[in-house]
């Protein structure tokens, strides 16, 4: 089976919540490219797009947490531009140093997440894929 990792240049992970983004572009050997924080509406979602325009400029792929709350608003933003958007599972940890977890690393994850699937939508069809709990984790 073909990896996600073997059909796009690049990965923007997004950890989403009421207020803000966290992204991260990785490349698909995992490595981060680069990383950035931005408002969760539409003037984000913008700069966000430019962000991946600029560290991923070729074939990428969008790995959100929470498509179905707070980040429906930039999972659908990113279809309506074309955007290809797999949606992986908020991370199932403790928070780190001093009680608090950070949204970086969690974007990163995200995107480490997506990159370990085979799971990809092709051509025509639904944009927004789940990949399941634990998939990125092998």
């Known amino acids: 089976m073909t990896m996600l990792a073997e059909q796009v ?3 923007i992970g997004v950890d989403t919540h009421r207020d803000t983004l966290a992204a991260a572009a990785v490349s698909p050997i995992g490595a981060v490219l680069e990383t950035t924080d931005a408002p969760a509406h539409t003037r984000g979602y913008r700069r966000l797009l430019a962000f991946a325009r600029q560290h991923v400029p070729g074939r990428r792929c969008w790995a959100l947490e929470g498509t179905g709350s707070y980040g429906a608003g930039l999972a659908d933003f990113l279809k309506d531009a074309g955007g290809r958007v797999v949606e992986v599972c908020r ?3 403790p928070p780190v140093r001093g009680g608090r977890k ?3 690393l ?3 994850r995200a995107a480490h997440e997506a990159l370990a699937t085979d ?3 092709q051509g025509p069809g639904p944009l927004v894929e789940e990949v399941p709990a634990g998939l990125g984790n092998r």
Do not use: N
């Open 102 to 104: 950070t949204d970086m």
């Open 106 to 108: 969690d974007a990163v």
């Open 9 to 11: 240049d690049g990965v």
């Open 91 to 93: 991370a199932k940890r």
């Open 119 to 121: 799971r990809f939508p």
